[in-house]
């Protein structure tokens, strides 16, 4: 990597980890406003509920749209929104005016600019990065999240403390500031290529709708990327809600404290940190999807162990394995995926991946709040992890994996440019 590429990877980077700081500081912030204002865990669902609905509800809208724009100048320009919604909410805190509708139009706002983002900053980093250097690429930005993760809601906490409640949202408006600086290196260099289709406000809607069109067919033609979806789904389901609503009832089950308690999340995030560092050594790694599969089985190993766990220590060590596969197969799997997608679809692509994972992971919290009283915490562990275990296991020893990165990508090359430009003709 020149020296140049360098600079302006570790400025993006750097603003993206600025801004994830300033986003788990207001985090901090609406829950312990929700918990000032009514004490109540059902306000505290609604106004997080807002985000994961608008988030479901605006992905697909974000992929198709993410195919239309220049990315870093349209990155920019969410951020700049994101600055005014976080800064209003600061404002009208400073004011005295904080309710619950101001807090769920908060994470709801955010959860829409969210939803325009992603996909968009997913498509950008193939296109800024030359092929060989993205998994490095994306392992200083998985590096980065993980870090916000663990230092934002230590700083958002002493922030409330110290200067109260109106600063965690000041500091997260300014930290989509820095953001923007760090895409200011790349607006001087020739990135975009490919022609698009000119964006039209008057047929904005039916050109996104014919754009998730065309990402609808890439995936469809691709078995690695139909498979990539259903994963990705998979894992929300049968990870990430267990986890996140079954993980305090099986502290709880085991004796913990809430220190302990505390600390079984902390080891999910440290695992997830290591693995993010790791995975740079596999840059010139083989059959990476292939791999990316088999961590994902591992993971539906450890998760279902959890089931049977009955001491902390043992609990402890199987979550921090699991965050580190996990975190290895994401990047291994979202590598191989910037590389063989063809860039005209890139951001419908990511759009149905995080539909996917957004839809699957809200069945995922309402079933197992059902389930648990039938079967119990363990045995939905046993379930889902057995669930991820199987799908994945299969989907790794399918011959296709293999040759994904030299056969996929041309062969949807050939499609994916006469649909384009079917579409710039009509």
């Known amino acids: 990597m020149n020296r140049q590429l360098t600079f302006r990877l570790s400025a993006y980077?750097?603003?993206?980890?600025i801004s994830a700081l300033g986003d788990q500081m207001a985090l901090v912030g609406v829950a312990w406003a929700v918990l000032h204002l009514t004490g109540s865990y059902v306000a505290m669902g609604s106004v997080f509920g807002s985000e994961v609905v608008a988030r479901l509800l605006f992905s697909l809208i974000g992929g198709g749209l993410a195919d239309l724009v220049h990315h870093r100048r349209f990155m920019m320009i969410i951020n700049g929104l994101r600055i005014v919604v976080?800064?209003?909410?600061?404002?009208?805190?400073?004011?005295?005016?904080?309710?619950?509708?101001?807090?769920?139009?908060?994470?709801?706002?955010l959860g829409?600019?969210?939803?325009?983002?992603?996909?968009?900053?997913?498509?950008?980093?193939?296109i800024a990065?030359?092929?060989?250097?993205?998994?490095?690429?994306?392992?200083?930005?998985?590096?980065?999240?993980?870090?916000?993760?663990?230092?934002?809601?230590a700083i958002g906490g002493l922030v409330i403390a110290w200067k109260g409640l109106v600063w965690p949202f000041a500091l997260d408006a300014i930290s989509y500031a820095a953001a923007i600086l760090g895409l200011l290196p790349w607006l001087g260099v020739a990135l975009e290529s490919g022609e698009r289709p000119t964006l039209r406000l008057g047929?904005?809607?039916?050109?996104?709708?014919?754009?998730?069109?065309?990402?609808?067919?890439t995936v469809q033609g691709s078995p690695f990327?139909?498979?990539?979806?259903?994963?990705?789904?998979?894992?929300?389901f049968a990870a990430v809600g267990p986890l996140t609503l079954l993980l305090p009832k099986l502290s709880l089950n085991l004796g913990h404290t809430p220190t302990l308690f505390g600390a079984l999340y902390a080891m999910l995030g440290?695992?997830?940190l290591v693995g993010a560092l790791l995975s740079q050594a596999l840059q010139r790694i083989s059959h990476r999807a292939v791999w990316g599969f088999a961590g994902f089985t591992i993971d539906g190993c450890l998760l279902g162990a959890l089931g049977i766990a009955h001491t902390w220590v043992f609990a402890a060590i199987l979550i921090g394995l699991f965050g580190a596969f996990m975190s290895v197969s994401n990047i291994l799997i979202l590598t191989t995926l910037q590389i063989v997608t063809p860039i005209e679809t890139l951001g419908s692509v990511f759009g149905f991946l995080t539909t996917s994972s957004f839809g699957f992971q809200a069945i995922a919290l309402v079933g197992a709040a059902q389930l648990v009283r039938y079967v119990g915490p363990s045995?939905?562990?046993?379930?889902?992890?057995?669930?991820?275990?199987?799908?994945?296991?299969?989907?790794?020893?399918?011959?296709?994996l293999k040759t994904v990165e030299s056969v996929m990508g041309e062969e949807v090359r050939e499609v994916v440019p006469k649909m384009v430009q079917g579409s710039l003709d009509e």
């Not at 039916?206 to 609808?216: D, E, F, N, R, Y």
């Open 225 to 236: 990327l139909r498979w990539s979806v259903l994963i990705a789904g998979l894992l929300n």
């Open 270 to 272: 440290i695992g997830a």
């Open 112 to 126: 829409v600019l969210d939803s325009l983002y992603i996909p968009t900053s997913q498509a950008f980093l193939p």
């Open 86 to 109: 976080v800064g209003l909410v600061a404002l009208a805190l400073w004011n005295n005016l904080d309710s619950i509708p101001l807090l769920m139009g908060l994470a709801g706002g």
């Open 129 to 153: 990065v030359p092929a060989e250097h993205l998994m490095v690429a994306n392992s200083w930005l998985e590096v980065g999240n993980q870090l916000a993760m663990f230092v934002g809601p």
């Open 203 to 217: 047929s904005l809607v039916a050109q996104v709708g014919q754009q998730l069109k065309i990402g609808l067919r």
């Open 379 to 400: 045995h939905l562990f046993e379930m889902g992890g057995g669930i991820l275990a199987l799908t994945a296991g299969v989907v790794m020893l399918l011959p296709f």
């Open 13 to 17: 980077v750097g603003g993206t980890l």
